[in-house]
């Protein structure tokens, strides 16, 4: 196990356009989360999932990003009709909530640029 | 509503100096505060936690909760501890245990040889 992956690592595209992010957790962990993180700026929650069920999802998140965790395995993000606010790192991390460690893993994340 | 603040975005210190990464944080509940680190081209990766009380790489952190701070110190700086700092707050509003994490604007520090 190599840790969080995310595809792609890289993503430019049009306003406008929508697009899908991808996050492959570490196998054990059962918790999943989507994070924002702009320049200059620490990363900023958007939702988190525990097995298939979506626990959380802030309130800062427009109805055009929605996310999904389909079998409790990998989840994505979507967003749709991208706008140049939008343009970020998006970070995913893992974490188990057996035990008492609840360490969150952060995968390199995918920087969109939207022009 | 919960929030971190770190005041200083940029910190220098000589190798062989102190140095202290200064974290305050706004909760109403009880904290679960965590200090991360970024090492250039490396992902963020947890540093040391509040409730393990451990030291890590030397940096240690102690929770003030009259002073809600989390501040990161280590005795004796190292050039291999540059890098980029944030403080995280762990704990929801809601007080969901080991939720969302709430990160501050993060410190770089540079230790100059």
């Known amino acids: 196990d190599t840790g969080v992956s995310q595809d792609p690592r890289h993503k430019i595209t049009k306003r406008g356009q929508n697009v899908t992010f991808r996050c492959d957790p570490i196998s054990e962990h059962n918790r999943l989360y989507w994070y924002r993180q702009t320049l200059g700026q620490g990363p900023e929650f958007l939702t988190y999932f525990q097995n298939e069920a979506q626990l959380e999802k802030s309130r800062l998140l427009s109805d055009r990003f929605s996310a999904e965790r389909p079998k409790g395995s990998f989840s994505t993000l979507e967003i749709q009709r991208t706008e140049q606010g939008d343009s970020a790192m998006y970070l995913c991390?893992?974490?188990?909530?057996?035990?008492?460690?609840?360490?969150?893993?952060f995968g390199p994340g995918t920087r969109l640029t939207v022009t | 509503a919960q929030r971190v603040t770190q005041p200083e975005k940029l910190l220098s210190v000589f190798k062989g100096a102190p140095v202290e990464l200064k974290c305050n944080y706004s909760?109403?509940?009880?904290?679960?505060l965590f200090w991360y680190v970024q090492y250039s081209r490396q992902r963020l990766q947890l540093l040391l936690r509040h409730i393990s009380r451990e030291s890590i790489k030397g940096f240690t952190a102690d929770l003030n909760k009259g002073e809600t701070s989390f501040h990161l110190k280590k005795p004796f700086a190292q050039e291999e501890d540059s890098a980029m700092y944030y403080c995280a707050l762990g704990r929801d509003a809601g007080g969901t245990s080991y939720g969302k994490l709430t990160f501050g604007q993060g410190t770089i520090l540079t230790v100059h040889p």
């Open positions: 991390a893992s974490s188990s909530t057996a035990g008492r460690s609840y360490e969150q893993y």
């Open positions: 909760y109403s509940g009880s904290p679960e």
